[in-house]
């Protein structure tokens, strides 16, 4: 993996946080907080797990493992 695709899925995991406060905010508009919680749960948890992902992929690069090029 280069560099740019790196940061590029940094920012896409940045832009699932944001989508998933999205669908928090606007379905407690209409639905009581759990259900709005349980919408925008699988979105956040897809942001996490690849915030995750990178952060490891950055370890292994950093300690000189696995270069990402």
Do not use: E, H, N, Q
Not at 8 to 22: C, K, N, T, Y
């Amino acid at each position: 993996m280069d560099r740019s695709r790196f940061v590029a899925l940094a920012f896409a995991a940045f832009g699932l946080v944001f989508v998933s406060f999205l669908i928090r905010g606007t379905t407690r508009l209409v639905a009581p907080y759990g259900v709005a919680v349980a919408a925008s749960a699988p979105v956040f948890f897809m942001a996490a797990a690849l915030l995750i992902g990178l952060f490891v992929l950055a370890l292994l690069d950093v300690t000189g493992i696995r270069r990402l090029g």
